[in-house]
């Protein structure tokens, strides 16, 4: 089983849809949770951290469900700039990080 | 700078040699983390420094594959007697420090014909 896994997709919904990914881990003892944007051939960028109350930013919302070993990211309102692959990302202990493979979303007109 | 600097952005090399990949972080960033990235994939663990000190190699595919980074600053990721699966992008991220977030280079896009 992989430490990280996420559903790959691809998502492919309409511009203003709301869409929302899931991401599992392994170790219980995992202390910080991000999510990563990558567009295509350029580097991955930090889109949020996941806080365990849950946090928001904009339109994205994130949250961290710790009994489960979930993180997830809810994206409202989608714009065409919001296509790109999604990395799900755990700090998984004494600061091995791990990636997801990424989920990719692709939003139509 | 800036950002975080790698090079060669490009690196294209018969099987059997070495080569050195470099990476320059972000001014002050304390770890420094290298992965590599297939296509299609997320960037996988390869190893990673606090200051100057290895602090995990775990990642590492095999003993072809060495970093170092001597004064806390500037990394080497060196792959010995390349082989064709060896090819892939390469990245560095710098960060502040443990459970930071990442802050990543443009990676080098390594080639072994």
């Known amino acids: 089983r992989k430490e990280v896994e996420q559903d790959p997709g691809p998502f492919n919904v309409p511009e203003g849809a709301t869409v929302a990914f899931n991401c599992t881990y392994s170790n219980s003892a995992s202390q910080s949770f991000f999510w990563y944007r990558q567009d295509c051939r350029k580097e991955p960028k930090l889109l949020m951290s996941?806080?365990?109350s849950g946090n928001e930013d904009g339109r994205f919302t994130a949250q961290l469900n710790r009994a489960s070993q979930y993180i997830s990211l809810l994206i409202r309102d989608s714009k065409l700039s919001d296509s790109a692959t999604y990395l799900c990302?755990?700090?998984?202990?004494?600061?091995?990080?791990?990636f997801g493979s990424g989920t990719r979303l692709s939003i139509r007109p | 700078g800036a950002g975080v600097s790698q090079s060669p952005r490009y690196k294209v090399t018969k099987r059997g040699q070495d080569v050195a990949l470099r990476c320059d972080p972000i001014?002050?960033?304390?770890?420094l983390y290298w992965y590599r990235q297939a296509l299609g994939q997320g960037p996988e663990f390869l190893t990673y420094f606090n200051y100057e000190a290895q602090q995990d190699k775990s990642g590492l595919p095999n003993d072809r594959f060495s970093a170092e980074r001597p004064e806390g600053s500037i990394s080497t990721l060196t792959i010995q007697r390349t082989e064709q699966r060896d090819s892939a992008m390469y990245r560095c991220?710098?960060?502040?420090?443990?459970?930071?977030?990442?802050?990543f280079g443009d990676g080098t896009r390594l080639s072994i014909l």
């Open positions: 990302v755990v700090d998984s202990s004494a600061s091995k990080i791990i």
């Open positions: 996941v806080y365990s």
């Open positions: 001014s002050g960033h304390v770890s």
């Open positions: 991220a710098s960060t502040l420090g443990p459970n930071q977030p990442q802050h």
